[in-house]
């Protein structure tokens, strides 16, 4: 008997080339700082979590928007070394990518991130979603997402949506959402009436519900490093555990799905770098 087939997770979503710099503190308005470190890598919530979901043995795909700027082909080649296939949906787009600027405070990890995200960016398409086990979708490319959720929809392919903030797609886009994963601050208009509920809130413990029941899930406790992305890291763990679930998970199997992009969460943020947590996420995965 070989080895079990590899669960497909597809991300679709905001791809960004991050700008991330250490430093000793945060600057004030007006001032200056010195930085000790420098590093430029993919980012952004679709992206980082199909970054997690390869660092964890799961095959990710993403489809996004980057084009065909130094900057896009850059991110590029950072996301085909950590063993993501991207779908660009405009390759030949000859505007810069979506970039941010993520400062990092060395003492404790916590950032402040200026980002242009995928303001102006109009981009239509299908996405493939043969062997998908998974959808995640982030709500920055609303055209895109909606037809995603619509095609996984019809194919049975459980659709998880990483809820950062509250987008006016969500409204269209929430009813075909399966596994709503979401922080304390999210705030929708509406209860949310998705079969799965999980609302995350840093170090707190993770609260979810489902079919009448509800529960927590504690978080690992871990010296903090570096916080960026560590939201993305855990939708990304998320959606695979969902994958090799292969159906919307019910109240027995989420406490260890949420355990799982815990600890996956936790060696992110235990990890300083871009790219410094993706080889201690492989050993989880082995």
Not at 99 to 106: D, G, I, L, N, T
Not at 197 to 213: C, D, K, L
Request: glycine share 10%; charged share 20%.
């Amino acid at each position: 008997m070989g080895d079990p087939p590899v669960s497909v997770v597809v991300a679709v979503g905001l791809c960004t080339v991050d700008l991330v710099q250490r430093v000793d503190r945060l600057p004030a308005p007006g001032q200056k700082v010195q930085s000790r470190s420098v590093e430029l890598a993919a980012g952004g919530p679709a992206a980082n979590a199909a970054v997690a979901v390869a660092a964890l043995g799961g095959s990710a795909r993403l489809r996004t928007v980057l084009g065909s700027h130094p900057l896009a082909r850059l991110a590029l080649r950072d996301l085909a070394d950590c063993g993501v296939e991207v779908s660009d949906v405009l390759p030949y787009r000859v505007a810069p990518p979506a970039v941010s600027a993520v400062s990092v405070r060395e003492s404790d990890g916590e950032r402040t991130v200026v980002s242009h995200n995928a303001a102006g960016m109009a981009a239509a398409g299908d996405t493939d979603l043969t062997g998908a086990g998974a959808l995640l979708v982030d709500g920055h490319h609303p055209e895109l997402a909606l037809r995603a959720a619509t095609a996984a929809r019809r194919r049975g392919v459980p659709v998880v949506l990483d809820a950062g903030s509250w987008k006016p797609v969500l409204a269209e886009l929430l009813p075909l959402v399966d596994v709503c994963a979401c922080s304390a601050a999210f705030e929708p208009p509406e209860p949310l009436a998705n079969p799965v509920v999980i609302r995350t809130a840093g170090p707190a413990p993770v609260r979810w519900q489902a079919e009448g029941e509800s529960g927590e899930v504690a978080v690992p406790d871990t010296e903090v490093r570096d916080t960026v992305g560590a939201g993305d890291v855990w939708h990304g763990a998320a959606a695979l555990a969902v994958a090799r679930l292969g159906r919307v998970p019910g109240p027995a199997e989420l406490p260890g799905l949420i355990a799982f992009a815990n600890r996956a969460a936790a060696v992110r943020v235990g990890h300083e770098g871009a790219r410094g947590w993706v080889l201690p996420m492989r050993e989880l995965a082995s």
